[in-house]
């Protein structure tokens, strides 16, 4: 089956670096997305991989590794606005997003 | 760029009744548009695909009858929610591709929470 895996919670403090892992099961695989979801709003985009590597994208940045089925989204310099549930999606071989259950990330001053 | 709206925000309503909610692309054209509900803690679950002008594609256990999905222009996708019942309040995001490309980013509108009491 198709599956995907990410920590249910995580805590960071403000200012500092947290990474986000996803672990993938698809098949087939067309990218890896990641969102950012504050609470009782609707995904925003944050990033989308599909070559082995690193993205960068100011504080955020977000890796790929294909053979290993695995991802994860860094935040540097956090910030309390930062505070919010990530969500990993992988795209299938019939490019349909399967979703992960999101990470809530939380902020300590 | 890649605004997507989302109409009503927020509705409550009594058992029995039907609800639409309008998805709209408002800077770009969307061939295909997608429609989500989301429980509280828990991911996104995808209800049905939508393209303009055709039938949309219900995810398996998502009764067509009760979802009804219209996809009348490339800008506007609704989805009525038929005879709603308290087990269908729930949060509703429908998404929209701005391109024709499958695995082009989908963009998300705002949501509509939808309470049957």
Redesign the interface.
Same mark, same amino acid.
């Given at each position: 089956g198709q599956n995907i895996d990410q920590p249910t919670e995580m805590t960071a403090t403000e200012g500092a670096i947290v990474q986000i892992n996803c672990t993938y099961q698809t098949s087939g695989f067309?990218?890896l997305?990641w969102?950012q979801q504050h609470a009782?709003? *609707?995904?925003?985009?944050l990033s989308?991989n599909?070559l082995d590597g690193l993205e960068e994208k100011g504080r955020f940045s977000s890796f790929l590794s294909r053979s290993k089925g695995y991802s994860y989204l860094l935040l540097k310099e956090l910030q309390m606005k930062d505070s919010a549930s990530y969500?990993c999606a992988a795209?299938d071989s019939n490019?349909?997003?399967i979703?992960? *259950?999101?990470t809530k990330l939380i902020i300590k001053p | 760029g890649a605004v997507v709206s989302q109409h009503p925000s927020r509705v409550i309503c009594k058992s029995g009744t039907s609800v639409k909610i309008e998805c709209r692309s408002l800077d770009f054209q969307a061939t295909t548009m997608f429609w989500y509900r989301q429980f509280p803690k828990q991911s996104l679950m995808l209800m049905a695909t939508s393209n303009e002008g055709s039938k949309a594609t219900y995810e398996q256990g998502v009764e067509k009858d009760k979802f009804l999905i219209n996809h009348a222009s490339l800008t506007l996708s609704t989805l009525t929610v038929t005879s709603a019942h308290p087990e269908d309040s729930s949060f509703y995001i429908c998404s929209a591709k701005p391109g024709l490309a499958d695995t082009d980013t989908q963009y998300f509108g705002p949501g509509t929470r939808l309470t049957v009491l």
């Open positions: 067309n990218g997305f969102y009782g709003e *609707a995904p925003t985009f989308y599909v969500l795209m490019y349909q997003l979703w992960g *259950a999101g | -």
